[in-house]
């Protein structure tokens, strides 16, 4: 063991916005990538779902046209509400959620950072299969890619709030309904302007308007739901 | 000065004076709606386009007032019971919920029964009716969070934290009408003035007054409940029993 | 500027048992103070109020003279907290595990002395594996290792030597030395007998 018997350096305040974000980030992608269940069943998910409507209700395609922007939505929240629990379950379980807890970063940092590895991890790949799945449900090229914006935008959203939900129910009774009582009822207006993007555009207006209320609900939920989530956090290993 | 602030805020001292304010709200409640209900049923003149009908709005409007001021209160005592970690505070939001979700549902309730004849539907999914709906389901959640935890503690402040995230949904019901162009009326009572009849008026006015002191009363009787649940091992309580 | 911690009237509640009262202490740099009690007294309890983990009902915890509340980045930064659960990553190696707990504190340290320090504590072989197929006391382990490394000024440390077998109670025991000489402090729950004496124990819930 080294010899050396120095007196300890002054502790500086050593924390950052940056580093914290960067760590979790870096540490959550590189735990899913090497444990890939969780990806790939929300993955399957949501292509088993969005493929089970045509067999329910009829392939008949303006039927599929006219019902294919919200059901690909739909299937994309309850995909992306499936991944939610292991956003915090597993940290919390092993001990690393109260490491963080006390880390110097700035709780905010590294709870950004996990939410966007989340999102790496289960709506940007949602995000990027839609239109294969919008093609199975006969939508033009323009609506495909109202559909994808409107994605690209709103999956975002559903992880900050998704973050915030499980945060608040860790270590509660109940589980898997306690978390779709929190979170579905606050996953609506997304899903509402989000489906309308495509929808509209699919009427031939313009997707413009729900795109923009999308993206001022993300930058919204962007600045005002990590802190939230910390204090959830807080609570949750007091 | 101080101390007589927090006087009342100790569950031992607010236990008393709940209980001896809280016939007086449901007495008040009973009158004030005695009367409005009067004037809604009798004194207001019949509609000219709906008929009879139209005087569900006696119930209808009130009720969605108070399903919204009774979460902004709650969501007002989560947040004081976050930031001074007071006891009582988060009784208070507990005893709340459990009535701001009845008003919701009379809300939706009476204004699905409205629906039917002026509408021809019962239900449409329109911007405030869905976000009423969701206002319904942010009590539901509020209710099972609080109570999903072995430390009740632990539930106040996890419920406290979640209405003030669920606090967003109240001006998007409140606008709904003004930024969709929906089935749903937009308001005819702001601040300003109204557009209605000045009897329709008071009767709603008389109507939601009453259900603002049941409310009152409610909370009050529940929290004390509630206070008796939580610090029923003090001495304070025990002596109560003998 | 010589660490120093003080704790003035802690009091705190779980559910309707209040578990410790007015509890008062002092530590100053080169001390450690042992914690004992039986179980479900508070050892824990206490510790993670002193860390800031768990909120008190009433009294504040001093660090070099600042309100640990108020200061918190400041407190978070010198110190180093290690409870029941170890933190550890299943997925990631013990080196990736040594490296990820050190980056969150704040610390980048050159592969050069990750390697070093596991080998220290007699991880060197078993360094790159994935941590589930390490062995409990091999994953308490990392700990040691982490506690080499970390330049923090105040432990607080809930049952450091679990899962330890005698070597690694020695290793321990070595480092507690070295800290102590450095002029950090500590605040060790633990009912084993650690080499340098504790300059005061501190009994809950007798």
Request: proline content about 5%.
């Amino acid at each position: 063991m080294s010899a050396a018997v120095a007196p300890l350096p002054a502790a500086e305040t050593c924390g950052s916005f940056p580093a914290g974000f960067a760590w979790a980030f870096a540490r959550d992608v590189k735990l899913a990538v090497r444990h890939p269940g969780e990806t790939l069943l929300v993955v399957a998910f949501f292509v088993l779902v969005a493929s089970l409507f045509p067999l329910g209700v009829g392939a008949e395609p303006q039927l599929l046209q006219r019902i294919g922007p919200g059901v690909i939505w739909v299937c994309a929240l309850l995909a992306a509400f499936l991944s939610l629990p292991s956003m915090f379950a597993y940290d919390y379980a092993d001990g690393s959620l109260e490491q963080m807890a006390l880390s110097p970063h700035p709780m905010v940092a590294w709870a950004s950072g996990k939410i966007a590895a989340h999102w790496a991890a289960s709506g940007l790949p949602l995000t990027v299969l839609s239109p294969l799945l919008g093609l199975q449900y006969g939508l033009d090229g323009a609506t495909l890619a109202a559909l994808a914006a409107a994605l690209l935008l709103g999956t975002p959203v559903l992880s900050l709030l998704g973050a915030a939900c499980t945060a608040l129910a860790l270590g509660a009774r109940g589980g898997g309904m306690l978390l779709a009582l929190l979170a579905l009822p606050l996953f609506v207006p997304v899903l509402v302007f989000g489906a309308g993007a495509a929808e509209a555009q699919a009427a031939g207006l313009s997707a413009a308007p729900h795109l923009s209320i999308l993206g001022a609900g993300l930058i919204l939920a962007a600045m005002g739901l990590p802190p939230a989530v910390c204090a959830a956090v807080r609570i949750a290993v007091d | 000065m101080k101390i007589a602030w927090f006087y009342f805020a100790s569950p031992s001292t607010f236990y008393r004076l709940a209980g001896w304010l809280a016939p007086w709200f449901f007495a008040l409640a009973a009158i004030l709606g005695a009367a409005g209900l009067y004037i809604g049923l009798f004194v207001a003149p019949t509609d000219a386009q709906q008929g009879e009908v139209y005087r569900i709005i006696f119930v209808h409007v009130p009720a969605s007032w108070m399903s919204m001021f009774i979460y902004f209160v709650m969501a007002c005592y989560g947040g004081i019971s976050l930031t001074f970690n007071t006891r009582l505070a988060a009784m208070m939001a507990r005893a709340l919920a459990p009535t701001g979700a009845m008003f919701t549902f009379v809300a939706l309730w009476t204004g699905s029964f409205w629906g039917r004849p002026t509408w021809g539907t019962y239900w449409v999914w329109d911007a405030r009716i869905t976000s009423e709906l969701v206002l319904l389901f942010l009590y539901f959640g509020f209710l099972a969070l609080a109570n999903a935890f072995e430390d009740p503690r632990r539930g106040d402040r996890a419920a406290a934290l979640l209405a003030l995230i669920g606090l967003v949904n109240l001006p998007i019901i409140y606008f709904s009408v003004v930024w969709w162009n929906t089935l749903h009326q937009g308001a005819s009572v702001k601040f300003t003035g109204t557009t209605m009849q000045i009897e329709m008026l008071w009767g709603m006015l008389l109507v939601a007054l009453s259900f603002w002191m049941y409310s009152i009363g409610a909370s009050l009787t529940r929290v004390r409940a509630i206070i008796l649940e939580r610090e029923g091992r003090t001495l304070w309580a025990r002596a109560l029993a003998t | 500027m010589t660490a120093r911690l003080e704790a003035r009237g802690l009091t705190c509640s779980r559910g309707t048992a209040t578990l410790f009262r007015e509890l008062s202490f002092d530590v100053a740099a080169g001390e450690w103070l042992a914690v004992r009690g039986p179980n479900g007294s508070g050892k824990t309890t206490l510790l993670r109020c002193v860390a800031g983990l768990t909120r008190l009902d009433r009294g504040e915890v001093l660090w070099d003279g600042e309100a640990t509340r108020a200061s918190s980045a400041r407190f978070r930064a010198s110190l180093l907290y290690a409870g029941h659960l170890p933190g550890i990553k299943d997925d990631l190696s013990a080196e990736e595990n040594l490296q990820c707990a050190l980056q969150l504190r704040g610390i980048a340290a050159a592969p050069e002395a990750l390697r070093a320090a596991l080998a220290d504590v007699g991880l060197e072989k078993r360094r790159r594996l994935p941590a589930r197929r390490l062995s409990a006391g091999q994953r308490r382990r990392i700990g040691l290792a982490r506690l080499m490394l970390d330049p923090a000024e105040c432990w607080t440390l809930d049952e450091p030597l679990t899962a330890l077998d005698d070597e690694g109670q020695r290793l321990f025991a070595g480092l507690l030395e070295r800290h102590l000489a450095r002029g950090g402090l500590a605040v060790l729950a633990t009912h084993h007998d650690v080499a340098p004496a504790p300059a005061r124990v501190l009994r809950i819930g007798t």
